[in-house]
């Protein structure tokens, strides 16, 4: 975690804020106009904020986005039907991505942000090895 | 071969098949066994997160973007970017009888190589203390077996009584005699077959001790049979100050088991000063904000969480209780420090030990002016409170006038023999370590010394005097010990019958 005071922390929570679209996803043009207006009036602890945000920016990714590990094959429709669930647990829009994963043997596991969704036998098998240790 | 087969189908068949969810996180930084954990959104305070490794930590520090957790266990192979998970439990420990007569750290987990301990049930290390209702008042007494305790400090079931002093006073010894003569207790109560009887079980908390003293008091117990009434947690000086701060809870955790099951336990925090110490470290690495001594703002929060769960419960809720001898190390008698003064004000007295009297050979070297035991004299014994009394005023009244006797040599006949008494009463008083006294041989000493029965013996044969009786009470006047130790107060019979003990006793010593 970068060092900074609570209001630098606090600003550049709410530069993030007004990155986002009204769905909450982060928005390409709005962070660019956030960071053109940042440049025409630099203020002291420009590289510390900046920091921040991106630190900050990340993580609001993270929220919206579900990286989905799979192993063998995942279809389209799944993909899109993990996305559709996903978006209405949270109550906001997550898209998903998909990424091949041949340690899990079988299944998927989804990550959003910090939460771990594990359907996948590599996981099965540990929780097995766990409960008989 | 085939039954381990059976089991791994059982957990199988139990296992969910659906998706597991878990909140995960990923450390940013480990030092002095704290990890600052990226992530973590869903954890709770005081979770147990699971590290990769099977090491296990505990979340204390819930702050904006960072989640502070002390590690319990060896931290040195986790690095920067390793994920960690959370479980969902507060942090438990194994309780139950199946716990009696083994030694476990901070944890529960056996450490005395007598193999896994059969238990099921847990209970959480943090747990919010009784309240006013399910307590009654402290009614029936713990025997130390330690004639100065039983005598003029006396400690309830249900009491918090702190042990002070200096570095090699004797506390630890008081807390051992103590369990010792639990032990005792326990063994002819069960003996007896007497369905009122209550055993006492004892907990013996050791933090922050060398591992060798730990070896010695394990070594006394086991000698001395007591340890099949006693458990063991022990978190020593080598231990990381995460267990150091997470010992007394597990210990009392273990407690309340038999107090909300219904009996008696006693436990021994030895020494709160160095859990104190413990603490102040895991606050300072986690950067809260400190205070005097460099302790934290919560260290008196710290003791009192933990003393509070000691308590005497009422009939509606089973009866048990909890009794907490914690001591406390002061640096040169300083009894007005911060962490003594803080255990001082929560508990429900205190016995003070100082070095002088140490030193001069009087052991216990208990200080009877700055002694005091709060609520214990309601659990006094009849024929005790009924023979030792006074004793407390005399011994007072005879260090005030032997401190004024150094100066002068003419005293009239009431000062001399004032003096005389006093100087037999601290005799008396004098005990080796681990030889607690039963309940019925105290009365005894001390009805003869008051009673001038012993006023003809040398005061430097004092000791030696006591020893002999105590033989002599134990092995000749059975029946007359017996109905001290069931009776109420002394009757004129008993005082008749004690007198003539006394007499033929004098008979047989000094030959």
């Given at each position: 975690?970068?060092?900074?005071?609570?209001?630098?922390?606090?600003?550049?929570?709410?530069?993030v804020?007004?990155?986002?679209?009204d769905?909450?996803?982060v928005s390409?043009?709005?962070?660019n106009?956030?960071?053109n207006?940042?440049?025409?009036?630099?203020?002291r602890?420009?590289?510390?904020?900046?920091k921040?945000?991106?630190?900050?920016?990340?993580?609001?990714?993270?929220?919206?986005?579900?990286?989905?590990?799979?192993?063998?094959?995942?279809?389209?429709v799944?993909?899109?039907?993990i996305?559709?669930?996903?978006?209405?647990?949270?109550?906001?829009?997550?898209?998903?991505?998909?990424?091949?994963?041949?340690?899990?043997?079988?299944?998927?596991?989804?990550s959003?942000?910090d939460?771990?969704l594990?359907?996948?036998?590599?996981?099965?098998?540990?929780?097995?090895s766990r409960?008989?240790? | 071969?085939?039954s381990?087969?059976?089991?791994?189908e059982?957990e199988?068949?139990k296992?969910d098949?659906?998706?597991?969810?878990?909140?995960?996180?990923?450390?940013l930084?480990?030092?002095d066994?704290?990890a600052?954990?990226?992530?973590?959104?869903?954890?709770?305070?005081?979770?147990?997160i699971?590290?990769p490794?099977?090491?296990?930590g505990?979340?204390?520090?819930?702050?904006?973007?960072?989640?502070?957790?002390?590690?319990?266990?060896e931290s040195?192979?986790?690095?920067?970017?390793?994920?960690?998970?959370?479980?969902?439990?507060?942090?438990?420990?194994p309780?139950?009888?199946?716990?009696?007569?083994?030694?476990v750290?901070?944890?529960?987990?056996?450490?005395?190589?007598?193999?896994?301990?059969?238990?099921?049930?847990?209970?959480?290390?943090?747990k919010?203390a009784?309240?006013?209702?399910?307590?009654?008042?402290?009614?029936?007494?713990?025997?130390?077996?330690?004639m100065?305790?039983?005598?003029m400090?006396?400690?309830?079931?249900?009491?918090?009584e702190?042990?002070?002093?200096?570095?090699?006073?004797?506390?630890?010894?008081?807390?051992?005699?103590?369990?010792?003569?639990q032990?005792?207790?326990?063994?002819a109560?069960?003996?007896?077959?007497?369905p009122?009887?209550?055993?006492?079980?004892?907990?013996?908390?050791?933090?922050?001790?060398?591992?060798?003293?730990?070896a010695r008091?394990?070594?006394?117990?086991?000698?001395?049979?007591?340890?099949?009434?006693?458990?063991?947690?022990?978190?020593p000086?080598?231990?990381?100050?995460?267990?150091?701060?997470?010992?007394?809870?597990?210990?009392?955790a273990?407690g309340?088991?038999?107090m909300?099951?219904g009996m008696?336990?006693?436990?021994?925090?030895?020494?709160?000063s160095?859990?104190?110490?413990?603490y102040?470290?895991?606050?300072?690495v986690?950067?809260?904000?400190?205070?005097r001594?460099?302790?934290?703002?919560?260290?008196?929060?710290?003791?009192?969480?933990?003393?509070?769960?000691?308590?005497?419960l009422?009939?509606?809720?089973g009866?048990?209780?909890?009794?907490?001898?914690?001591?406390?190390?002061?640096?040169?008698?300083?009894?007005?420090?911060?962490?003594?003064?803080?255990v001082?004000?929560?508990?429900?007295?205190q016995?003070f030990?100082?070095?002088?009297?140490?030193?001069?050979?009087?052991r216990?070297?208990?200080?009877?002016?700055?002694?005091?035991?709060?609520?214990?004299?309601?659990?006094?014994?009849?024929?005790?409170?009924?023979?030792?009394?006074?004793?407390?005023?005399e011994?007072?009244?005879?260090?005030?006038?032997?401190?004024?006797?150094q100066?002068g040599?003419d005293?009239?006949?009431?000062?001399?023999?004032?003096?005389e008494?006093g100087?037999r009463?601290?005799?008396?008083?004098?005990?080796?370590?681990?030889?607690?006294?039963?309940?019925?041989?105290q009365?005894?000493?001390?009805?003869?010394?008051q009673?001038g029965?012993?006023?003809d013996i040398?005061v430097?044969?004092?000791?030696?005097?006591?020893?002999?009786?105590?033989?002599f009470f134990?092995?000749?006047t059975?029946?007359?010990?017996?109905?001290?130790?069931?009776?109420?107060?002394?009757?004129?019979?008993?005082?008749a019958?004690?007198?003539?003990?006394?007499?033929?006793?004098?008979l047989?010593?000094?030959d």
């Amino acid at each position: 975690m970068i060092t900074a005071d609570k209001s630098l922390k606090g600003f550049a929570r709410s530069l993030v804020q007004l990155s986002l679209e009204d769905d909450g996803q982060v928005s390409d043009e709005r962070v660019n106009a956030v960071l053109n207006s940042l440049k025409a009036k630099p203020r002291r602890g420009l590289k510390t904020l900046l920091k921040l945000f991106l630190y900050y920016l990340k993580r609001e990714i993270r929220h919206s986005q579900a990286i989905v590990e799979y192993s063998g094959k995942l279809a389209p429709v799944t993909l899109a039907r993990i996305e559709k669930n996903l978006s209405e647990s949270y109550g906001r829009k997550i898209t998903a991505v998909a990424r091949e994963n041949p340690s899990l043997v079988a299944g998927l596991r989804i990550s959003v942000a910090d939460d771990v969704l594990d359907a996948s036998v590599a996981g099965r098998l540990e929780n097995l090895s766990r409960s008989v240790r | 071969m085939s039954s381990i087969i059976e089991q791994i189908e059982k957990e199988i068949a139990k296992l969910d098949t659906s998706a597991v969810k878990t909140n995960t996180g990923t450390i940013l930084s480990v030092a002095d066994g704290v990890a600052k954990i990226e992530g973590l959104s869903q954890v709770m305070y005081n979770e147990m997160i699971e590290f990769p490794g099977d090491i296990f930590g505990i979340a204390l520090n819930l702050e904006e973007d960072e989640v502070g957790c002390v590690i319990l266990g060896e931290s040195t192979h986790l690095k920067e970017g390793d994920e960690c998970s959370t479980t969902g439990r507060l942090l438990s420990v194994p309780v139950g009888k199946a716990l009696l007569g083994r030694v476990v750290d901070a944890l529960g987990r056996p450490v005395d190589g007598k193999g896994p301990i059969d238990t099921k049930e847990y209970f959480p290390v943090e747990k919010i203390a009784p309240g006013i209702i399910p307590r009654q008042s402290v009614s029936q007494p713990v025997q130390t077996g330690i004639m100065p305790i039983d005598a003029m400090i006396p400690i309830g079931r249900g009491q918090r009584e702190l042990i002070i002093g200096d570095r090699s006073t004797g506390k630890t010894t008081i807390a051992i005699d103590t369990i010792i003569n639990q032990a005792k207790i326990n063994r002819a109560g069960l003996d007896s077959g007497d369905p009122d009887f209550r055993p006492l079980y004892s907990i013996y908390v050791a933090v922050g001790q060398k591992n060798s003293n730990i070896a010695r008091i394990i070594n006394t117990l086991d000698e001395t049979g007591s340890s099949e009434y006693t458990i063991i947690v022990v978190a020593p000086a080598a231990d990381n100050p995460a267990n150091q701060y997470i010992a007394p809870y597990a210990g009392c955790a273990m407690g309340e088991w038999f107090m909300e099951n219904g009996m008696d336990a006693l436990i021994v925090y030895d020494d709160l000063s160095k859990h104190a110490v413990a603490y102040r470290q895991i606050s300072l690495v986690l950067k809260r904000p400190s205070g005097r001594e460099a302790y934290p703002g919560d260290v008196f929060y710290l003791h009192s969480r933990l003393l509070e769960r000691a308590a005497r419960l009422n009939e509606k809720n089973g009866n048990g209780s909890l009794t907490a001898l914690p001591i406390i190390e002061t640096q040169a008698g300083d009894v007005a420090a911060y962490i003594p003064t803080n255990v001082i004000s929560i508990t429900d007295g205190q016995i003070f030990l100082e070095t002088d009297l140490f030193n001069q050979g009087i052991r216990p070297a208990i200080s009877v002016g700055l002694s005091v035991s709060r609520v214990g004299s309601a659990a006094q014994t009849k024929a005790l409170k009924q023979v030792a009394g006074k004793t407390k005023l005399e011994l007072a009244q005879y260090r005030e006038l032997a401190a004024f006797a150094q100066f002068g040599s003419d005293l009239d006949a009431r000062t001399q023999a004032q003096l005389e008494r006093g100087a037999r009463i601290v005799e008396i008083f004098k005990q080796p370590a681990f030889s607690p006294k039963p309940v019925e041989v105290q009365v005894g000493l001390i009805w003869a010394v008051q009673n001038g029965h012993l006023d003809d013996i040398a005061v430097n044969k004092m000791v030696e005097a006591c020893i002999s009786l105590q033989e002599f009470f134990i092995t000749r006047t059975e029946d007359l010990m017996n109905s001290i130790r069931t009776g109420g107060k002394l009757t004129k019979d008993t005082e008749a019958d004690l007198a003539k003990a006394l007499e033929d006793w004098k008979l047989t010593f000094g030959d």
